[in-house]
């Protein structure tokens, strides 16, 4: 009974180290990521990742820093791999939706955008990047179409590239 309880002490203690490890490498990535230094920011949530793997807000926060310096096949793993286990995260899909867009993925793209809208229909950017996606698959209409619902649900920007792309 004492070897028993002893085991479990001993694997509380050292989850309790390895998450105050992870945490404290994520605030240090936060800290770098508000003052726009994305390269140290990704270096500080490497670290919590390689501590913690299943630390979903560092691959989040990676994500984004990847994205920011344009890694974007590195921040669509990360973003996949929040998914996998959080799959009605629809802010982290939009963000790999977005990925998608940079690499020309504009399938994987649309699918994200699609399952964005799906769990909210008024999510401007979604409808914006996917007629960014089907105006580069050659669908101008079904991209305006986008464009104007983005530009009714309130997207000022809608309205400069509806103009800008004879809509």
Not at 29 to 46: K, P, Q, T, V, W
């Amino acid at each position: 009974m004492i070897l028993k309880f002893s085991f479990t002490l001993l694997f509380v203690f050292a989850f309790g180290v390895i998450y105050s490890q992870a945490d404290e490498l994520l605030k240090k990535g936060d800290m770098a990521f508000s003052r726009g230094d994305y390269l140290e920011s990704i270096e500080h949530y490497s670290k919590a990742i390689e501590t913690d793997p299943t630390n979903l807000n560092a691959h989040i926060q990676r994500g984004l820093a990847l994205s920011i310096t344009k890694e974007y096949a590195k921040s669509v793993t990360d973003f996949t791999a929040v998914l996998d286990e959080r799959p009605e995260l629809t802010s982290v899909r939009n963000s790999r939706g977005s990925a998608y867009l940079k690499l020309k993925d504009y399938d994987k793209a649309i699918a994200d955008f699609n399952d964005v809208l799906s769990n909210d229909p008024e999510n401007q950017e979604a409808y914006n990047n996917r007629g960014w996606c089907k105006k580069y698959k050659g669908d101008d209409e079904g991209a305006c179409k986008d464009w104007k619902t983005s530009k009714k649900l309130g997207n000022g920007e809608a309205k400069i590239i509806l103009k800008n792309n004879g809509c």
